[in-house]
């Protein structure tokens, strides 16, 4: 058997008032907590007001930072983290989506290195965070599990993975704060998963444990994917996805992401395409690329496709299509993408600039 270490250092607690009932952990963080979320989200789906009260039962005061946008900046982490170091903050709590959660990460780093800019969020040498606390009301990113952050990076023009490693202590999953999501935010996110779950099977660093992981989480999203087809999701629903999304958290921790992920960057950050979006689209494609042909056929037996056709199918029904790339910029993603070591180094094959290339001519022309 090969060789593998496994490494998840993240206390899960999940249910329905989760916060609530173990709002006594929160003590130990500190007196004065920081809550980095989104606009509007948690604010109507009740995650921000039982965390407030949860706070204020333990006695612990709180600022409340609610401008993290989609796909965050290191502009408004750096502005977060003055915030934050001028209140004297103790702790974090991520809250909302993946972008508020890794937004939580980057700003702790630079909370804990008073010196620090925002352009150390890519320092070569590791940073250390003040203690972050996560909350997720998607179920995609997994960052409740993982020790990345992603940012936009304006003058490299994409997203990059942060060079630090902050795992939260605690990750809060309650599915009720996922109930009035919108379909369209479900199916994103939901296809986030999936990729994470997928691209973690087949890494060169998937191991043992993390291919046991990834299978449960693909027999959930199985699970739910007559739902996905009919935009139905009820309770139990939203708690196999949250499951589902967490777990794929755990495999990419051990595993890393691959070529969907880093292929998807530049759709998101030249097209606007959300996060997981981007990666469904370039899923099939990658899969029928992919050279371990028994593992791709293990994922699509737990996902109950016939074939490679039917994923995409499902996908496409899913997701839509997108056509909006012309030659030219396909071509210029595919450099930055065959430039992508850190990526390209999880493939457990060598991947020429002609792969990068048909993968996204076939999926997005
Ligand atoms: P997101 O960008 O955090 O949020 C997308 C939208 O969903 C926002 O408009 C948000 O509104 C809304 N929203 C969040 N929770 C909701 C709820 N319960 N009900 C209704 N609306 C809700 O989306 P995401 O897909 O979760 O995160 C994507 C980010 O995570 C990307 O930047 C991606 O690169 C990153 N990522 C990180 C990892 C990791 O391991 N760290 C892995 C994969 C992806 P508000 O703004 O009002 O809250
Ligand atoms: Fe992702």
Known sequence: MKSFSYFMPTKILCGKDVIINNADLLKSFGKKAFIITGKASSKKNGSLKDLTKALEKQNIEYVIFDEVEENPSMEMVEKAASIGKSEKVDFIIG????????????IGVLIKNKEAKKEDLFLAKKLESIEVIAIPTTAGTGSEVTQYAIFTDHRSKTKKGFSHSVFPKIAFLDAKYLMSTPDSVT????????????????????????????KEGMALFSECREAFLKREFTYEIREKLILMSTIAGMVIAESGTSLPHGMGYALTYFHNIPHGKANGLLLKEYLSFCEDKKKVNNILEILNMKDLDEFGGFLKELLGSFKGVNEKEINEYTETMINNKAKLKNHPFEVKREDILNIYKNSLM
């Open 187 to 214: 199916i994103n996110t939901g296809v986030d998963a999936l990729s994470h779950l997928i691209e973690g099977y087949l890494t060169i660093n998937a191991s043992v444990l993390s291919d046991a992981l990834s």
């Open 95 to 106: 809250l909302g989506g993946g972008s508020s959660l890794d937004s939580a990460k980057g």
